[in-house]
């Protein structure tokens, strides 16, 4: 191998959902990269990994985490972070690429490690998971995600909130990610598919100024760009009824 590159998975926010296994991948690599936005601003994943690693070996890498509207622009800056990524590869030989959530569930590392993978040929790509947003709100919350032979879907509401509906239309539990700025409508596909009762939503979890309510509640606004909605599936069987 010509280097290795690990994308870590650090949890939703709070540094005590980081796995042993992810603590040890994170101290073990010569260079630890979290991706920043170019506000320059501390990100979750920095601001997690700094409870477990030397300052000194962390290495802050601009991503255009936050464009959606101009994919060439988007790009160009994957392409940069990339680049940045594969030198430090050749140079150290060991890099870690610590991600929020899980490095497999809509994360930055996928496109990260494609482009390393291209410049870098040889290069040794692994994963180690982490915990997820919906996870940490079932635990806080008492949801239950999955019963029995219920399905659960995943649902990125920036692919469109009639996506959404369509998941809520159907049976299982549905979460819903990346809502934040379309609270109101998320809070609306609820309402008209009957799926109010029960659902939660969550923000900056385990982070100063978390928010975890019923989403019967009204969002008043936008919430932050990370929330997270759970609507469990209806249960009406009693105990073991979908077994």
Do not use: C
């Amino acid at each position: 191998m010509n280097g290795l590159l690990t994308g870590v998975g650090v949890g939703p926010g709070d540094p005590e959902l980081v796995t042993v296994k992810g603590v040890n991948a994170l101290r073990e690599a010569a260079v630890v990269v979290v991706p920043v936005m170019e506000d320059g601003g501390t990100g979750r994943a920095e601001a997690t990994v700094l409870h477990y690693v030397d300052p000194a070996k962390v290495v802050r890498v601009v991503f255009a985490l936050n464009e959606r509207g101009d994919r060439a622009r988007r790009e160009r800056a994957w392409d940069a972070a990339g680049h940045r990524v594969a030198g430090l590869l050749r140079e150290h030989g060991s890099v870690a690429f610590a991600t929020i959530g899980d490095p497999n569930v809509y994360s930055t590392f996928t496109y990260l490690a494609q482009t390393v993978a291209e410049l870098v040929p040889g290069t040794g790509v692994r994963t180690v998971p982490g915990i997820t947003a919906m996870q940490d709100l079932a635990a806080r919350s008492g949801a239950v995600l999955t019963e029995g032979t219920e399905p659960l879907t995943l649902v990125p509401v920036t692919a469109g909130s009639a996506v959404l509906r369509e998941a809520l239309e159907g049976p299982g539990t549905v979460v819903a990610y990346k809502f934040g700025r379309l609270a109101d409508e998320v809070a609306g596909a609820l309402r008209d598919t009957g799926r109010t009762e029960g659902a939660v939503w969550g923000s900056a979890l385990g982070l100063p100024g978390e928010s975890i309510r019923r989403a019967a509640e009204p969002a008043g606004g936008p919430l932050p760009y990370l929330s997270t909605l759970i609507a469990p599936a209806r249960r009406e069987d009693g105990r073991g009824g979908k077994l």
